[in-house]
Nanobody
Framework: QARLVESGGGLVQAGGSLRLSCEASGVLFSNNDMGWYRQAPGKQRELVAKITARSVTNYIDSVKGRFTVSRDNAKKTVYLQMNSLKPEDTAVYYC????????????WGQGTQVTVSS
């Protein structure tokens, strides 16, 4: 069973940057798509960025041009570089194997909190 550990969150001012990491174990990482998700208070979890096994990337419109997803198969780690952060990016960020719609998952890691102050 896959185990995912997210890290790298924190408190940052608007316009700042953060780099999130998600280290995977118990899964054949290089063969799988990976997704970054976020859940803001009072809102549903959403898929923010996805990277396929072949490193094709996709983003939701609100983060295009600001966020970059990448992966290091040797380290079994997927990253989310977040630049030009906005207060509306404040959320708990999670990763998941497969990059599927969030409602198909029943288990999540602990996530990492990102708070952007105005």
């Amino acid at each position: 069973q896959a185990r995912l550990v997210e890290s790298g969150g924190g408190l940052v001012q608007a316009g700042g940057s953060l780099r999130l990491s998600c280290e995977a174990s118990g899964v054949l990482f290089s063969n799988n798509d990976m997704g970054w998700y976020r859940q803001a208070p009072g809102k549903q979890r959403e898929l923010v960025a996805k990277i396929t096994a072949r490193s094709v990337t996709n983003y939701i419109d609100s983060v295009k041009g600001r966020f970059t997803v990448s992966r290091d198969n040797a380290k079994k780690t997927v990253y989310l570089q977040m630049n030009s952060l906005k207060p509306e990016d404040t959320a708990v960020y999670y990763c998941a194997v497969g990059g599927r719609p969030p409602n198909v998952y029943t288990n999540w890691g602990q996530g990492t909190q990102v708070t952007v102050s105005s």
